[in-house]
């Protein structure tokens, strides 16, 4: 099961950076992937990771702020986020991929239990 550790309260135009150690089955996924959910939203795609190639792939709320990244060895994945916004408050989750769609929560069957991030205006 996946295990996320770095979120916190940050102020407008902050930085953090997210952390998810996979152990067990998640470990036979071939992509990991960051999403998160905001109080009565939908849970939103935000980038993923090949776990063998190390090509990052990314959603429209990430590009351009949001890094991922991953350690092959500890077998951790990060997501570096920078210029941070109040709309980017939410539950932060990583999660194993199976198959199908990268974008899709759907296609994850391996998921952290979260970690909140609040950002601060």
């Known amino acids: 099961q996946p295990v996320e550790s770095g979120g916190g309260s940050v102020q407008l135009g902050g930085s953090l950076r997210l952390s998810c150690t996979f152990s067990?089955?998640?470990?036979?996924?071939?992509?990991m992937g960051w999403f998160r959910q905001a109080p009565g939203k939908e849970r939103e795609f935000l980038a993923a990771?090949?776990?063998?190639?190390?090509?990052?792939y990314y959603g429209d709320s990430a590009a351009g702020r949001f890094t991922i990244a991953r350690d092959y060895e500890k077998k951790i994945v990060y997501l570096q986020m920078n210029s941070l916004k109040p709309d980017d408050t939410a539950v932060y989750y990583c999660?194993?991929?199976?198959?199908?769609?990268?974008?899709?929560?759907?296609?994850?069957?391996?998921w952290g239990q979260g970690t909140q991030v609040t950002v601060s205006s």
């Open positions: 067990g089955g998640s470990m036979s996924s071939s992509f």
């Open positions: 990771i090949s776990w063998h190639y190390n090509s990052p």
């Open positions: 999660a194993g991929h199976s198959d199908g769609d990268l974008r899709l929560d759907t296609s994850y069957p391996y």
